[in-house]
Each structure stands twice: as C-alpha cells, then as structure tokens.
C-alpha cells in the first residue's frame, strides 16, 4: 500500500519544525521543542525527518569536562540544558579503605519542558550512564573507589563527563543508522553507502557490466598492489567507519607475489583460516580469487595498483618472498592497527571524537573482553612508556604520574622492529608496506621510515604506480567508458582513490598528519 504522506508533506512538515525551533538567544522557551513531537507522528514521516536532523555519528558522546572537587566544577551547555555544572564530593560512607564519593551534577534552563540530556560517566576503572529531565541537582553515588589508583586519579583528574549532543531521540536515531553498518543485507550495503557519500563526500558511481574483470594472470606481476573496499556485513560496517577517521577509499589491501616458475600469488594480512582466525597467509591467485568472487560476502570491490616500471625494476623478489614468508601463519596486526590513525592531539578525531572518547570506549572494552583489549591495546600503549604488563587503568595512571596526557600517548609512533608477544605486528597494509622495505623500494631512506604509521590512503598516494595509462592492461577497465588510472577488477561501483600516486617517500613520513573529513587535508611533509 502506498504511503498517503508524499516526499511534499514529509519537507512541509520538516520546514514547519525548522520554523518553530529557537534560532537565537532571543528565543524564548516553549512549553515543547518541535524534535520532541516527531515520536507522535507516523512512523513514515518522522523517521525521514530523524534521520535528516541525526546520523550515525551523533551515537558517539563528546566530552564537555571532569569532575574533581567542589572547587574544580566544569560548566557547559547541553542539548537540552543549556546550563549546566558538575563537582565532586569525596566522603566515607562505606567504611572502606579509600572511601567514595558523589558527583553533583546540576542542570537548568531547558529549552523545552519536554527534553532531556544523556550522560556517560568514566575514569579508566568503571564507565556508567545516567539521564536528566528535571531541571535540579543530580547526583551520582560512587559508594566504594576501586583501588586507590583510581581514588588517587579521580582526586587529581576528575570524573570524565560526555554528553549526548543528539540526546534521546537523536541517540536512538544513530543507533538506527549504526546497526544496519554491519548487517549482511541489502539494506546494510545501502547505509555503509549513505554513510561514506554523507561523511566523506564518496560518489558511488555505477560501472556498466561486466562487473567482474576477466584477468590474464600473465599481466600482473610481483609487488602489483591490491585495495579491496568492502561495504556490506562485519567487515563492510568496520571499514566503513576506518575509512571515515582515515580518510581511506579503501580498507583493506593485499599484495601480488609470482614464484620462480611463474605461478601468482596473495600475500594478505587479514586472511581469515578455518578457525576463524585473521591471520597473515601467502595464498594461491586462483585460491584468493575464487573466494573474492565466489565466497566472500561483504562485497568486495577490487583494484589492482601496477607498480611503475622503474619501480618494479627495482624491486628485490627474493627479499620480498623471504619477508613473506617468514611471516605467513602468524597472527594479524591487531597490536598497531589504531596507531596508524592517529598522529596529532586533535587534527585526526572527527566530531565528536576525542582522545577522552577513545580512553572511554578503551576502557569499556577492557571491561567487557579484557583478552581482546590487551591484544589490541595494552601492549603497544606499554611499548610507548616504556613499561611492561600495565593494563588500560594502569597505563592512564601512569601517563597522568608523569605529567603526559592519553591523547600525547597516542600520537607516538610506532616502531616497525617492535616485537610483540606474538612477534611482528603488521595491519594489512603495514604487511604490504614491510615488503616494499624488505624490496627496497624505500631505499636509500629505509631507515627512516615507519611504515606501520602509514593509513591505506597514505599507501595508494605514494608514487610508486603506474603513471601511463598505455601501459595497463589491455584488460585493464574494459567496458567502462571512464579510464581509471588503474585497473578495477571487481564491483558495481566505480573505485575512488582520492590522490593516488602523487607523493614521494621522505623520512619520517606519515609521523605527524591530521587527517579530518570531508577534505583529509594534511600538511607538507608530516
């Protein structure tokens, strides 16, 4: 049955809303806020209008203070409450050793009757929430600190304080467009679509048929690069989101090895084997192909990045094959796989994100899979101290002690010789990005440079691919009237690398960069 309310009457309706809401200070306050009546329309009409005014993003809090004492109080306007002050009370009550303690929170001056502000509140120990639609003092009961760790660093830092900014309904709204991010559906592809053209500015553009390339192995060679962009199910939704704080167009990649009898083949950080674990795996061509095609359900679309000539010239085979192997079986590089993100103090968070947030999101990890935080986390946060064996709390304790701040921690590089408990960590493309070392095409700066801080978009500028488009492949796009300047080999819409094959490698590339959506600008020689 067709829907009575026309794309018309959803705009009407949109800009009657618009029109009610309080534009400037001189506003005065009404009795509802216009967003607040969308819940009592029809389903059909408010959701548009949810969706248009609230994305994805709005599930992610922003950091608005901490809490110390009731001299130290943090101030700031809320979605709903536009004044609001929070302090700390150390008491006590429960007798133990390191007592607890109370956080005032109070809240005032709404901009309807009808609103209301959601909160999450952390120290690296516990993370909790609470909601206020009451214009009043709060208060939220800490009846026992953990240890004195964190009595000692709630004393000196605070309570973290992050607000909602879309509050209820805007939550619920993000929580809508998140879910189907990772859902292996039709109606997930199209969100993980929505979500990079809204955020990133992707086009998406339709290829004509055939959408799948048919390859002469003869023609692809030892170092040739591969970008894979997934947008439908786990994967999908996971790089969907790395692309946006990366700038990347494509997550993830692999690299193409020939043998000295001619045979193709995959090396792939990533793979994952029949216990389902990711792992590094040197595969057969046709092995790696048949399940792109065939087996993988995430959509895969695929490019394949010739190397330059004079590239490829010098590329050491022999190196490159004793590098990959030396690391097919061992375990994929969860260890350093954030670290390439993040450089700066604020030039590589997109709003709301913060280091406060990561700290935050770290921290709920650590307590609903401690295995899976230590693996991802903890040891290369260690590495950056020069400690061993801190868990999350203990690593925040620690940089606060030495007068450092998480976000600071997070910006040091990493260091490709770092050995973890499970050997060499590398991330797809620091997997890809090592061999070319190991082949030299790095030389003679080699040395100087940390490929395990290079981000997916960092790989496909680097000047190492093909600039003659007589060269590719005759196969290379066949069909599509648009040339790309290499070779798509599967999916129905067209590839984007946004400055591809631009940049030279200089020392300590890729070490300081801010990388902030839509544009990604980065400055010279970070």
């Not at 009043?136 to 760790?149: G, I, P, V």
């Not at 680097?462 to 600039?467: A, H, I, M, P």
Request: net charge negative; proline share 6%.
């Amino acid at each position: 049955m067709e829907s009575s309310f026309s794309l018309k009457t959803i705009l009407k309706i949109s800009l009657f809303l618009f029109f009610l809401t309080p534009q400037s200070s001189l506003a005065i306050k009404v009795p509802f806020h216009p967003q607040d009546l969308l819940p009592l329309l029809p389903r059909q009409v408010s959701w548009p209008i949810l969706n248009y005014l609230n994305g994805a993003v709005d599930l992610l809090p922003t950091f608005v203070g901490a809490a110390s004492s009731f001299n130290d109080t943090g101030e700031w306007k809320g979605a709903c409450f536009y004044e609001n002050r929070a302090w700390m009370e150390f008491h006590n009550k429960s007798g133990s050793e390191f007592g607890g303690g109370t956080l005032h929170l109070e809240v005032s001056k709404a901009h309807s009757w009808t609103c209301m502000d959601i909160y999450v509140f952390a120290t690296p120990y516990r993370v909790t929430w609470d909601y206020y639609f009451i214009s009043r003092e709060h208060t939220l009961e800490f009846k026992e600190w953990d240890s004195k760790a964190e009595y000692e660093y709630v004393k000196r830092r605070g309570v973290s304080i992050f607000l909602m900014q879309a509050g209820m309904l805007g939550t619920l709204s993000a929580l809508w467009d998140v879910f189907p991010l990772f859902t292996n559906t039709g109606w997930g592809e199209n969100s993980n679509i929505g979500f990079l053209k809204k955020h990133m500015g992707a086009t998406f553009e339709q290829r004509p048929q055939p959408w799948v390339t048919n390859i002469s192995v003869d023609d692809i060679h030892s170092g040739d690069f591969l970008a894979i962009s997934k947008i439908r199910g786990r994967w999908g939704g996971f790089e969907t989101l790395e692309k946006w704080v990366s700038g990347a167009y494509a997550g993830h990649t692999a690299v193409c090895l020939k043998d000295s009898e001619g045979k193709l083949w995959v090396g792939e950080s990533g793979h994952e084997n029949e216990q389902g674990e990711d792992i590094i795996a040197v595969l057969p061509w046709d092995e790696w192909w048949e399940f792109e095609l065939n087996k993988d359900d995430s959509n895969p679309h695929i490019a394949l990045l010739p190397l330059h000539p004079d590239v490829r010239a010098k590329f050491n085979e022999t190196a490159a094959w004793e590098y990959a192997l030396s690391m097919n079986g061992l375990p994929y590089g969860y260890h350093n796989m954030i670290f390439s993100w993040i450089d700066t103090l604020d030039g590589n968070y997109p709003p709301p994100l913060d280091s406060h947030v990561v700290a935050s999101v770290m921290t709920v990890w650590n307590h609903m899979q401690p295995e899976y935080a230590a693996n991802m986390w903890n040891e290369a946060l260690n590495k950056r101290l020069g400690t061993q064996g801190l868990d999350l709390p203990d690593v925040l304790v620690e940089v606060e002690k030495r007068g450092s701040s998480f976000g600071e921690l997070l910006t040091i590089p990493e260091m490709d010789d770092w050995l973890y408990a499970d050997g060499k960590s590398t991330s797809c493309i620091a997997f890809v990005l090592e061999m070319y070392k190991e082949a030299g095409l790095f030389d003679p700066i080699s040395s100087s440079v940390q490929v395990t801080e290079f981000t997916i978009k960092d790989a496909y500028t680097l000047r190492f691919f093909e600039t003659n488009s007589s060269r590719l492949p005759k196969w290379c796009n066949d069909g599509d009237h648009v040339k790309l300047p290499f070779c798509q080999i599967k999916g129905k819409y067209r590839m984007e690398l946004p400055e591809y094959n631009t940049m030279d490698p200089y020392p300590h590339m890729n070490e300081r960069c801010p990388s902030l959506p839509p544009k990604y600008h980065r400055t010279q020689n970070c």
